[in-house]
């Protein structure tokens, strides 16, 4: 464990304040090069951010040049998959789809390195059926639509809930495995490598199932174990 790579030397902030600007996307139709000249708001924003001066969040970013900016953050000589490097972020990111040519937000991309999202294991599983039908009742009835949450709150993870630190400990596993075996993913639902799509999947695997990793894998730790 390293620490935060954000602490750069002061001068080095707005170059990659910069970079990372430069990614944000505007509207999830449009693919972005990466080639647009950020606003200077938008340079300022990210600024704060990397200085730890505001925790504001509802920024999209794409995902694999965000991946390449925490990349640049990393020594050359440790660029191995030896070892795990593993960016913790509550930046939102989204990858783009070649199939209906938009972005779609996600929870995780690894690879050297690996990031994984706060934000996107709140937003990107998609939430229970029963969520949607509630919400577009609630918005043609004028209800406010805080009311689906607290109904359904075990269902799905929100912002300050107390079991996302648990989820993030599944995920880093997908990370160190994906190093391990250059695979992150495990088709037991039971298992905390389980690539959830739906929020209940997300909370079953990392949570509520009754074990921590399927047989197959298990057996991986273990033998790491006994090196």
């Known amino acids: 464990v390293e620490g935060n790579p954000f602490t750069l030397r002061p001068e080095k902030i707005p170059e990659y304040a910069r970079k990372i600007a430069a990614i944000r996307i505007q509207d999830v139709r449009h693919q972005i090069t990466g ?10 924003f990210e600024e704060k951010r990397i200085r730890g001066e505001t925790k504001a969040v509802g920024v999209i970013y794409d995902g694999f040049r965000l991946q390449k900016v ?3 953050l990393l020594a050359p000589a440790g660029l191995h998959l030896r ?4 960016f913790l972020t509550n930046r939102l990111f989204a990858t783009w789809g070649e199939d209906d040519c938009r972005y779609h937000a996600r929870t995780s991309l690894y690879g050297v390195p690996s990031v994984i999202s706060t934000t996107g294991l709140i937003e990107a599983p998609a939430r229970p059926r029963e969520y949607y039908l509630l919400k ?3 918005e043609l009835l004028g209800k406010n639509p805080l009311g689906i949450k607290e109904q359904l709150k075990a269902n799905f993870l929100d912002y300050d ?8 400990k599944g995920y880093v596993m ?11 993913f495990c ?4 298992c ?19 074990f921590e990793f399927c047989p197959y894998h298990a057996r991986i730790l273990n033998s790491l174990n006994e090196r």
């Open 83 to 86: 070892s795990s490097h593993i």
């Open 35 to 44: 080639e647009d000249e950020p606003l200077y708001g938008e340079i300022s």
């Open 70 to 72: 925490f990349s640049d």
């Open 136 to 138: 577009q009742q609630y």
């Open 161 to 168: 809930d107390e079991r996302l630190t648990e989820v993030v």
């Open 187 to 190: 088709p037991d639902k039971g």
């Open 174 to 184: 997908q990370a160190v495995f994906y190093n391990l075996t250059g695979n992150p």
């Open 192 to 210: 905390r490598l389980y690539n959830a799509h739906w929020q209940e999947e997300l909370i079953f695997a990392q949570i509520e199932s009754e």
